[in-house]
């Protein structure tokens, strides 16, 4: 089952044609950046956003942030009337990104209220979310405004492509030797390519089936999507860690399409940390494992496709196979050990007779994994091909964080612990580190 995913992802991706732009003028556009102890970012990220894109309004939510994030957010929009500060406060706050986000939602809908643009315009305005540390290529209004994405009249959100904005820094993970740099290159450049090849192909997979999931970064919803995402629960995000996906599926279910959009990106930093990356990562599989609730509701709607529900639960079941996975090919090691002992003529004349193991090893457990750097090199960045069998080792080696994630995030079930967890950022982590160090 997994070879014929990686082969239904990875042809598509190989094959797929560029898309045509649009108009930006033709939409109204709002930007949410939700906020947790951001001040080491958010000014820069704020400057950017105001220069390259000058009408788009900017709604910054500080989520009862300690570090100063909302002095800095309500000074700057006191002089910027496209700034927007959402200010949220304990015990309110930190109750998760959707909780954040749902504040910008409701504080955006009283804006235009006050506009006298209640319920006018929904479908011409557009809300993209993006991360503190986001930034937005400048073709990227033009792209999600195209006739493939919002130019379309039932595409109700489109979801960018993500790269890593520190892909190429020599020196990724501050006060550390030249050990410690080499470890935080290789997991900056493993998670580059990650987003670029695997996620991106699955995402290009999904435009076939019509089942597209939404980041946290990156993207842009139709407001009337929304709203027609709210109409269930009052509110359009959910308290799912995973938050971007769930409102991708109630929009889905709403009726709109959902589309990717690999034309266009949206940077963000790479953690260098293995400590900060299974945290993060826990997060999202845990709210995978929470998002599983939908599939009754999926499989029951009209508006799903039969590919498109068998996508969403083929993604939804990834962490239970995953945690099979975890119990079984240790299982099957120690039973081929075993084996092996216990053999006519000995380990030695177990393996002769096994050696056949080894190529469907290759095939199974290493191929599917190794050849997304070379797409990699061939495709996304120009690299000597040397590089793409080296990372193509270190990206099979990479994925296995996957199974030590998902132990995590059932542990995290049953114990009933459902917070999220901000993972910092590398200038906030780089700051901690020099000061425990001194």
Same mark, same amino acid.
């Given at each position: ?40 970012? =958010? ?34 929009? #006191? ?5 927007? #500060? ?13 909780? #954040?986000?749902?504040?910008? @939602?409701?504080?955006?809908? +009283? ?47 489109? %979801? ?20 410690? %740099? ?29 089942? $597209? ?5 990156? +993207? ?47 940077? %963000? ?10 945290? %993060?990562?826990?997060?999202? /599989?845990?709210?995978?494992?929470? /998002? ?28 239970? =196979? +995953? ?33 056949? =193991? ?17 797409? @990699? ?20 080696? @990479?994925? @296995?964080?996957?199974?030590? /994630? $998902? ?32």
């Amino acid at each position: 089952m997994f070879l014929t995913y990686t082969t239904l992802i990875v042809v598509p991706f190989a094959r797929r044609r560029r898309a045509r732009g649009g108009d930006p003028r033709a939409f109204e556009w709002h930007a949410f950046i939700p906020c947790r102890d951001e001040a080491t970012v =958010i000014a820069e990220t704020l400057k950017r956003m105001r220069e390259r894109f000058p009408d788009v309004h900017v709604w910054i939510i500080d989520d009862a942030s300690t570090d100063g994030t909302g002095d800095i957010v309500a000074a700057i929009a #006191a002089g910027d009337s496209f700034v927007h #500060a959402v200010i949220r406060r304990l015990p309110d706050a930190r109750t998760g990104k959707g909780a #954040a986000l749902n504040a910008a @939602y409701a504080q955006l809908t +009283q804006w235009r209220a006050l506009r006298g643009e209640s319920g006018t315009g929904d479908d011409r305005t557009i809300v993209v979310v993006l991360d503190a540390d986001g930034s937005l290529a400048p073709n990227a209004l033009r792209q999600a405004s195209g006739p493939t994405a919002f130019g379309s009249t039932d595409v109700g959100a489109v %979801q960018v492509a993500v790269r890593m904005s520190n892909r190429d820094d020599p020196a990724p993970l501050r006060g550390r030797g030249r050990l410690g %740099q080499a470890w935080a290159r290789y997991l900056v450049r493993m998670q580059d390519i990650e987003f670029r090849t695997t996620i991106a192909a699955m995402q290009v997979l999904r435009m076939r089936t019509v089942s $597209v999931g939404l980041g946290g970064n990156g +993207q842009f919803t139709r407001l009337s999507a929304l709203r027609a995402a709210s109409s269930a629960q009052g509110e359009p995000w959910g308290h799912a860690l995973l938050e971007d996906y769930e409102v991708g599926l109630r929009i889905m279910l709403a009726g709109y399409r959902t589309v990717y959009a690999h034309d266009t990106w949206v940077s %963000q930093e790479a953690l260098p940390s293995a400590r900060r990356l299974l945290t %993060q990562r826990t997060r999202w /599989c845990q709210g995978g494992l929470q /998002c599983a609730r939908y599939l009754p509701r999926i499989y029951s709607s009209r508006n799903f496709t039969n590919a498109g529900a068998l996508e969403a639960a083929y993604f939804l079941a990834i962490p239970y =196979i +995953q945690l099979a996975g975890s119990v079984l090919w240790p299982s099957v090691a120690v039973a081929m050990l075993v084996s092996g002992a216990l053999a006519p003529g000995g380990i030695l004349g177990w393996i002769s007779s096994s050696v056949w =193991i080894v190529p469907l090893w290759v095939l199974t457990g290493i191929l599917p994994f190794s050849l997304w750097p070379l797409v @990699y090199v061939l495709r996304e960045e120009r690299h000597p091909l040397w590089r793409a069998a080296v990372w193509g080792v270190g990206y099979w080696l @990479y994925m @296995y964080q996957s199974y030590v /994630c $998902v132990i995590r995030a059932f542990g995290r079930m049953l114990t009933g612990r459902r917070g999220w967890t901000k993972t910092r950022r590398n200038a906030e982590a780089g700051r901690l580190l020099l000061a425990v160090e001194s």
